[in-house]
């Protein structure tokens, strides 16, 4: 009938729900608008620098940091491209996400909705052609996670841009998220307390036939009853030979006396990480050769600890790890030699085959070099890491005593660099020998 107003599509419905004026009324970010403009201006500050004129941040379920540290946006199914010109405002363009979802989490007003199907590729290209084109940006573009930008994408801003520069321009935010601000760190601290609960649960319920995934599900109960939103990773809970193994997946196999328990386990609250490792007795007492393995691995990790401050450098905690481990190994006998000449010709690596941390932020193993200008990186206040040594005697090695067969054992914690030196994060969850058996013994 003439005058009938048409039907909305679901085209134009989807629409509607990106625009501002709809999502901003339940807007929920995890720290003030602030914060946000400070890590804009921080990336604009060094995109002028570099002379950059726009970045495209690239994420996807699996790699969301670099977007959502920016933006505040975590993508669900899908791919995100977040437009960030010098100058103006920034926009999201969003491929394959499920219609609608997380609409009231960001604080970009900008957002094309997401496209899906066999063209939806190109849309992408034109949305960030239109994008280059309204903020005259044809000479130098930044791509931060270049390998997220699909290559028809990547080639269509080029052939549409023949004098167009694009560089990878990754390091630029991975250096600025290597420094938490305060509030972030108080986000990894809750991460940290929920974490506490966590393995406060995995040691009241490790007991001689209790299978492994069970004590994974008292672990994950009481993470998310203290408030967590996510896990850094499927909690591991191994034990007996397979305590001895770096990584390895919880099982239905029930926990053996006199078996060693290794528990590694991390919540994650509004986007940042908690990682703890413990390793525990199953009969609540830890066996003479258990003991002396587990006190010197506590023996290096507070070497390492005492190496967390600034102007040290990233490697000064894992080569006092070394070191203590080394000395020690040869004193218990699973190395005959000269400590230094062991540490050189590193004879150490059959029983310790890993660094001794890692950065800690969004990501359980967060982003941020190790080395500058092939040096190893400098410690500044406000980094996050984690110290972790540990010493793995696999069963059969015919080189050491029976004794020490099928026996992991790592102690890891979650470490600030103060302006100071540095604060444990994670001192609340026992791990002096004497108190975890105590602990165990009042389960």
């Known amino acids: 009938m003439a005058g009938d107003k048409p ?46 004129q726009a970045l495209i941040v690239c994420g996807d379920p699996g790699h969301p940091g670099d977007v959502r540290w920016l933006a505040n946006w975590n993508p669900g199914i899908g791919n995100a491209f977040l437009f960030l010109p010098v100058e103006g ?16 989490a960001t604080w970009v007003r900008s957002i094309r909705p997401p496209m899906r199907g066999p063209d939806s590729l190109q849309a992408v290209r034109d949305h960030l052609l239109d994008l280059l084109n309204s903020h005259g940006v044809a000479q130098y573009l930044g791509i931060v996670g270049e390998a997220g930008l699909p290559t028809v994408v990547y ?16 390091f630029l935010l991975t250096g600025l998220r290597a ?22 649960a995995a040691l009241d319920s490790i007991r001689p036939g209790v299978p492994e995934k069970e004590v994974v599900a008292e672990v994950l109960r009481a993470m998310f009853t203290a408030g967590a939103d996510g896990v850094a990773f499927m909690p591991i809970v191994v034990s007996g030979p ?49 003991r002396s393995l587990y006190e010197l691995v506590l023996d290096a990790q507070h070497a390492a600890i005492e190496e967390v401050k600034p102007g040290n450098h990233w490697n000064d905690p894992h080569e006092a790890a070394v070191k203590v481990l080394t000395k020690g190994m040869v004193s218990l006998g699973l190395l005959k030699g000269s400590v230094n000449k062991l540490i050189e010709k590193e004879a ?96």
């Open 7 to 52: 039907k909305p599509t679901r085209a134009s419905w989807l629409s509607r729900a990106y625009e501002w004026q709809v999502r901003e009324p339940c807007l929920e970010l995890p720290f003030p608008a602030e914060e946000y403009e400070v890590r804009l201006a921080k990336t604009r500050a060094l995109m002028t620098e570099k002379g950059l």
């Open 242 to 290: 397979r305590a001895s193994w770096k990584h390895a997946s919880p099982t239905s196999r029930p926990i053996q006396r006199g078996e060693p328990v290794y528990i590694d386990l991390g919540a994650a609250y509004q986007g940042y990480c908690a990682d703890i490792s413990r390793t525990v007795p199953v009969n609540g007492k830890y066996s003479r050769s258990q």
């Open 348 to 443: 150490y690596k059959p029983f310790y085959m890993h660094r001794t941390g890692h950065w800690l932020g969004m990501d359980v193993h967060d982003v941020g070099d190790y080395k500058v200008a092939d040096e190893w990186r400098l410690l500044e206040p406000g980094m996050t890491l984690t110290v972790e040594p540990g010493i793995y005697v696999a069963g059969g090695n015919d080189n050491v005593a029976k004794k020490w067969w099928n026996t992991g054992i790592r102690i890891e914690d979650d470490v600030l660099v103060t302006k100071e030196g540095c604060e444990v994060l994670t001192d609340g969850v026992p791990k002096q020998p004497d108190d975890i058996e105590a602990l165990m013994a009042s389960g």
């Open 155 to 170: 080639q269509g801003l080029l052939d549409d841009n023949p004098h167009l520069e694009i560089e990878d321009a990754t």
């Open 179 to 200: 420094v938490k601000s305060s509030l972030e760190v108080a986000k990894i601290r809750e991460a940290v307390r929920q974490s506490d609960a966590g393995m406060v």
């Open 89 to 104: 405002d920034a926009s999201l363009v969003l491929h394959d996400e499920v219609p609608g979802y997380d609409l009231c």
